[in-house]
């Protein structure tokens, strides 16, 4: 029997319109009673959760994640970056492509996706959007989409030419998968390091400026509205890491004119600006760069008001004595997954008065809905049991020591937590617990 019982807890499912007390039975691997106190507590299972203090809600989706297996495991592996997950509270990631090779093949796809892998949680991916993520030519979308694609992207770069990103949206469209784009001209950013601006001044740097994301933002959508128009289609673009108040407002307006587009915000977008670089602290540096204030704030609004779909991490693992070099040469990103629920729940929930149900509306929802996975996203009898556990009142302190991520990179080694996790489950199995 592999019954899991989770009792006394606060059940937060948006997607079911439940904010309330309820019990909880997980058998195998689905959510199969969800009642109100009182009527679960005599069912033998074979683990009782007492969630007492505690959020109960569908397990976080991470819709863009580097696990960096295969190529560059002395980074991260999928066993070790889903290890990071399930701490995180995460019970499905979605991997990007730029592993080694690219992954741009059925065959590279159905080697991550393997259970020989080691995943802790969920897999999925979205693999290149083109061939070894060049710009040029378009991977075999249908063939991924049936091993297993839920989207393409070339993240890390951008799909910068209009005729291939045009052609993505449209093959997408027809699979009824989003193309997940990293905004950046990098016609405009060759030897940038920072955000353009005092700092990058200060320290001598070149600068990446707003342009540069929110001109491939503004021309993906004007690719949307003409593509709707000439084929009749409906494709969805969906906005990595968006990261200017610019980019923010051309989402806005985007979704307002019923197009179809989502986005995502980083949770070091809505934490730091770029004073965060200060004497070129390498754990600073990520791609998009951390911006000023008024981006930052942005970023908080468009989480608030529904602009912004989900919190992403971005979650990007390197090495020490990668990120102990000068500032220029250093790699971009940083970790992400263990301290996503924390910074959220300290800026927005506790600093921005953001209710804990828009909270996981970011987290699992939304998240579930921009890949489309189903049965996942909410606990509804006979959906996936993939739950997190959390006590939102914690204060602590992250310790990038402790972390289950192979890498340390992170600017929140000793920075301020709030809320913690306590136990993911995913497909009923018990994969963290604390
Ligand atoms: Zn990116």
Same mark, same amino acid.
């Not at 009527?39 to 959760?49: C, F, M, Q, R, S």
């Given at each position: 029997?592999?019954?899991?019982?989770?009792?006394?807890?606060?059940?937060?499912?948006?997607?079911n319109?439940?904010?309330?007390?309820?019990?909880?039975?997980?058998?195998?691997?689905?959510?199969?009673?969800?009642?109100?106190? /009182? =009527?679960?507590?005599?069912?033998? #299972?074979?683990? &009782?959760?007492?969630?007492? $203090? *505690?959020?109960?809600?569908?397990g976080?989706?991470?819709?863009?994640?580097?696990?960096?297996?295969?190529?560059?495991?002395?980074?991260e592996?999928?066993?070790t970056?889903?290890?990071?997950?399930?701490?995180?509270?995460?019970?499905?990631?979605?991997?990007?492509?730029?592993?080694?090779?690219?992954?741009?093949?059925?065959?590279?796809l159905?080697?991550?996706?393997?259970?020989?892998?080691?995943?802790?949680?969920?897999?999925?991916?979205?693999?290149?959007?083109t061939?070894?993520?060049?710009?040029?030519?378009?991977?075999?979308?249908?063939?991924?989409?049936?091993?297993?694609a839920?989207?393409?992207?070339?993240?890390?770069?951008?799909?910068?030419?209009?005729?291939?990103?045009?052609?993505?949206?449209?093959?997408?469209?027809?699979? /009824? =998968?989003?193309?997940?784009?990293? #905004?950046?001209? &990098?016609?405009?950013?060759? $030897? *940038?390091?920072?955000?353009?601006?005092?700092?990058?001044?200060?320290?001598?740097?070149?600068?990446?400026?707003?342009?540069?994301?929110?001109?491939?933002?503004?021309?993906?959508?004007?690719?949307?509205?003409?593509?709707?128009?000439?084929?009749?289609?409906?494709p969805?673009l969906?906005?990595?890491?968006?990261?200017?108040?610019?980019?923010?407002?051309?989402?806005?307006?985007?979704k307002?004119?019923?197009?179809?587009?989502?986005?995502?915000?980083?949770?070091?977008?809505?934490?730091?600006?770029?004073?965060?670089?200060?004497?070129?602290?390498?754990?600073?540096?990520?791609?998009?760069?951390?911006?000023?204030?008024?981006?930052?704030?942005?970023?908080?609004?468009?989480?608030?008001?529904?602009?912004a779909?989900?919190?992403?991490?971005?979650?990007?693992?390197?090495?020490?004595?990668?990120?102990?070099?000068?500032?220029?040469?250093?790699?971009?990103?940083?970790?992400?997954?263990?301290?996503?629920?924390?910074?959220?729940?300290?800026?927005?929930?506790?600093?921005?008065?953001?209710?804990?149900?828009?909270?996981?509306?970011?987290?699992?929802?939304?998240?579930?809905?921009?890949?489309?996975?189903?049965g996942?996203?909410?606990?509804?009898?006979?959906?996936?049991?993939?739950?997190?556990?959390?006590?939102?009142?914690?204060?602590?302190?992250?310790?990038?020591?402790?972390?289950?991520?192979?890498?340390?990179?992170?600017?929140?080694n000793?920075?301020?937590?709030?809320?913690r996790?306590?136990?993911?489950i995913?497909?009923?199995?018990?994969?963290?617990?604390?």
């Amino acid at each position: 029997m592999s019954d899991v019982l989770i009792l006394n807890g606060r059940l937060v499912d948006p997607a079911n319109g439940i904010d309330a007390e309820r019990d909880l039975l997980l058998r195998d691997g689905r959510v199969a009673a969800i009642e109100i106190p /009182g =009527v679960l507590k005599n069912v033998a #299972a074979a683990e &009782t959760i007492d969630a007492s $203090g *505690c959020i109960v809600a569908p397990g976080f989706i991470d819709v863009h994640v580097h696990l960096r297996e295969p190529g560059q495991t002395y980074k991260e592996s999928i066993a070790t970056g889903t290890a990071a997950a399930a701490a995180g509270g995460f019970t499905s990631v979605i991997a990007m492509p730029n592993t080694v090779p690219v992954n741009d093949s059925v065959a590279g796809l159905e080697w991550m996706l393997d259970a020989a892998r080691g995943s802790v949680v969920k897999l999925f991916a979205m693999p290149a959007a083109t061939m070894g993520s060049m710009g040029i030519e378009l991977s075999n979308f249908s063939a991924l989409r049936k091993a297993g694609a839920v989207g393409f992207t070339d993240d890390g770069k951008p799909v910068l030419e209009d005729d291939v990103m045009r052609a993505a949206l449209v093959r997408a469209a027809r699979l /009824g =998968v989003p193309v997940s784009q990293h #905004a950046e001209d &990098t016609r405009l950013t060759g $030897g *940038c390091s920072m955000n353009a601006g005092p700092v990058a001044f200060r320290l001598g740097l070149r600068g990446m400026t707003v342009e540069a994301e929110a001109r491939i933002v503004e021309r993906d959508i004007r690719l949307l509205r003409e593509i709707e128009k000439a084929e009749g289609l409906r494709p969805h673009l969906h906005v990595q890491h968006v990261s200017t108040a610019r980019a923010m407002e051309a989402i806005r307006a985007a979704k307002r004119e019923g197009l179809h587009v989502t986005c995502e915000v980083a949770p070091h977008h809505f934490t730091l600006t770029d004073e965060a670089v200060g004497n070129y602290d390498t754990h600073a540096k990520m791609n998009p760069p951390l911006r000023v204030e008024a981006d930052r704030v942005a970023m908080v609004a468009g989480l608030m008001d529904g602009t912004a779909d989900t919190i992403a991490t971005d979650h990007a693992p390197h090495a020490a004595h990668e990120k102990e070099q000068e500032f220029e040469r250093a790699p971009n990103g940083i970790t992400g997954l263990e301290t996503a629920l924390g910074l959220t729940l300290r800026v927005l929930h506790r600093g921005q008065g953001m209710t804990l149900s828009r909270v996981v509306e970011l987290m699992s929802v939304n998240p579930a809905h921009v890949v489309s996975l189903e049965g996942r996203g909410g606990l509804a009898v006979g959906n996936h049991a993939d739950v997190v556990v959390f006590d939102p009142n914690t204060d602590w302190t992250f310790q990038a020591t402790n972390s289950k991520s192979k890498s340390r990179n992170t600017p929140f080694n000793g920075a301020a937590m709030l809320g913690r996790v306590r136990f993911t489950i995913c497909e009923g199995r018990i994969v963290f617990s604390n």
